[in-house]
């Protein structure tokens, strides 16, 4: 099947699915979307009709959403061993952390990113995450244990998508200085495939 593309922009969570490309050590290719009317051109809306990035086409497979495109891209090279094989036990922590990701923690931070809360118990039970407290503390939880990566020793791609969110909540001081995530960012930073991605998109957008 032909290499991938990868559609980004250096300022954008592109930067979380070009970390995933490079920790896979695949041939992609990369092609730049610029804001405004190339984004909202009907070419890149025919990739992506929500005139957002990233996406990646494999062949004729157009996938869309972070967590999407890296769940994709670990099963579709398989040999990268950025996914647990399905019917494994480590199947379902994965999955549940890559939602987890997708769903609670990215709502709580736009969120808290916009200055919003809920207001009474009640809103907050209508929300997908509860409250940011509620999400920092499954986290810290999760990666007080002892444990490296997510799913324990094993990096995948539940790292790069989840480990991505935690690094830019710290960086904008969206989450909770934890010691937990604090020492978890800091594995990944220095993992060579993250240098690599962040020395090519700091390039990109020259900074």
Same mark, same amino acid.
């Given at each position: 099947m032909a290499q991938p593309v990868f559609y980004t922009n250096p300022m954008s969570r592109g930067r979380v699915v070009r970390w995933m490309l490079e920790e896979m050590g695949i041939d992609y290719t990369t092609e730049i979307v610029a804001y405004g009317p190339e984004m909202q051109s009907?070419? &890149?809306?025919? =990739?992506?009709?929500? %005139? !957002? =990035?990233? %996406?990646?086409?494999?062949?004729?497979?157009? =996938? *869309?959403?972070?967590?999407?495109? /890296?769940? &994709?891209?670990?099963?579709? @090279?398989?040999? *990268?061993? +950025?996914?647990? !094989?399905?019917? *494994?036990?480590?199947?379902?922590? &994965?999955?549940?952390? +890559? @939602? @987890?990701? %997708?769903?609670?923690?990215?709502? %709580?931070?736009?969120?808290?990113? @916009?200055?919003? !809360?809920?207001?009474?118990?009640?809103?907050?039970?209508?929300?997908? &995450?509860? *409250?940011?407290?509620? =999400? /920092?503390?499954? +986290?810290? !939880?999760?990666?007080?244990?002892?444990?490296?990566?997510?799913?324990?020793?094993?990096?995948s791609a539940v790292d790069v998508y989840v480990g991505s969110q935690i690094a830019w909540g710290l960086q904008f001081k969206i989450m909770d200085k934890r010691p937990s995530f604090s020492n978890y960012v800091e594995r990944l930073m220095a993992r060579p495939a993250m240098v690599r991605a962040q020395e090519l998109d700091d390039k990109l957008a020259g900074t």
């Open positions: 009907p070419r &890149y809306r025919a =990739v992506n009709p929500m %005139a !957002k =990035v990233p %996406a990646i086409r494999h062949g004729e497979i157009v =996938v *869309t959403e972070g967590a999407a495109i /890296c769940a &994709y891209l670990a099963d579709a @090279f398989p040999a *990268t061993g +950025l996914a647990p !094989k399905p019917g *494994t036990p480590e199947r379902g922590p &994965y999955y549940r952390w +890559l @939602f @987890f990701g %997708a769903g609670p923690l990215e709502q %709580a931070m736009v969120n808290a990113g @916009f200055g919003w !809360k809920a207001d009474s118990p009640q809103a907050e039970g209508r929300l997908g &995450y509860g *409250t940011m407290e509620r =999400v /920092c503390n499954t +986290l810290d !939880k999760l990666l007080s244990d002892g444990r490296d990566y997510i799913l324990g020793e094993q990096f």
